[in-house]
């Protein structure tokens, strides 16, 4: 089985419609986050949580929202989807670094189209 | 603005051959960079991370050298592999002025072997 596990891996949807993306983790991490990939874009960053009471937005946040429902678990949702948010989503999760630098454990994605 | 740029954007080479892929950046204040590989459809999996003061670390028939003056860091790949056949991407991690870690990720590098 998966540490990070995505799901849905797939969903298509229309314009309007409230979609959420939900991630679970078996590696004991703290930290969580969510990223987005795009074609001939880098990844970004949309929310991190580093513990279950702590939420933080990433670069581009705007439009979306994240729970964290417990270590385990990071939610993201998109409470009203727009087609502009089309593209392959990625949680990831890290451990607090007692040693610089933090490596990134990512799931195996969750591709939304949205309509 | 923090920046990383790889090159070439897709590589296609023979089977037992050797390669060789660029990063630069311009990421102040640096604190390390990654090297990931991402299959198509998968989750990116980390290959290497450097700190400021690692010049050459591996990974196997993976190499990544890192060049902090010329801000400049390469990827080579020894006697390639079908299964080498991926998306690499660099990422390089700034501290921010709270110690928090920033991340600007790549767009990749899109290496193809063929038999």
């Known amino acids: 089985d998966a540490d990070v596990t995505q799901t849905p891996r797939n969903r298509i949807t229309k314009t309007g419609k409230r979609i959420m993306l939900e991630c679970s983790q078996t590696?004991?991490?703290?930290?969580m986050y969510w990223y987005r990939q795009d074609p001939g874009l880098g990844l970004r960053l949309i929310y991190y949580?580093?513990?279950?009471?702590?939420?933080n937005k990433g670069e581009i946040s705007d439009g979306y929202s994240v729970s964290r429902q417990a270590q385990a678990k990071f939610s993201l949702s998109l409470e009203s989807a727009i087609p502009n948010q089309t593209a392959l989503y990625f949680c990831?999760?890290?451990?607090?670094?007692?040693?610089?630098?933090?490596?990134?454990?990512f799931g195996e994605g969750s591709r939304l189209t949205v309509l | 603005k923090n920046q990383v740029e790889q090159s070439p954007q897709s590589l296609i080479i023979l089977e037992g051959k050797n390669c060789t892929l660029q990063?630069?950046?311009?990421?102040?204040?640096?604190?390390?960079l990654r090297w990931y590989k991402q299959d198509t459809g998968r989750g990116p999996v980390s290959l290497t991370i450097?700190?400021?003061?690692?010049n050459t670390k591996s990974n196997g028939r993976y190499t990544a050298t890192l060049d902090a003056d010329t801000k400049q860091s390469s990827l080579h790949i020894t006697a390639s592999q079908l299964s080498d056949s991926a998306s690499y991407i660099c990422?390089?991690?700034?501290?921010?002025?709270?110690?928090?870690?920033?991340?600007?990720f790549g767009t990749g590098t899109r290496l193809t072997i063929i038999p």
């Open positions: 990063c630069n950046y311009t990421v102040s204040p640096f604190s390390n």
């Open positions: 590696k004991g991490h703290d930290r």
């Open positions: 450097m700190t400021f003061s690692e």
């Open positions: 990831a999760t890290s451990a607090e670094p007692t040693v610089p630098p933090g490596e990134l454990f």
């Open positions: 990422v390089v991690s700034a501290i921010s002025n709270f110690g928090n870690e920033k991340l600007t």
């Open positions: 949580s580093f513990d279950v009471k702590d939420i």
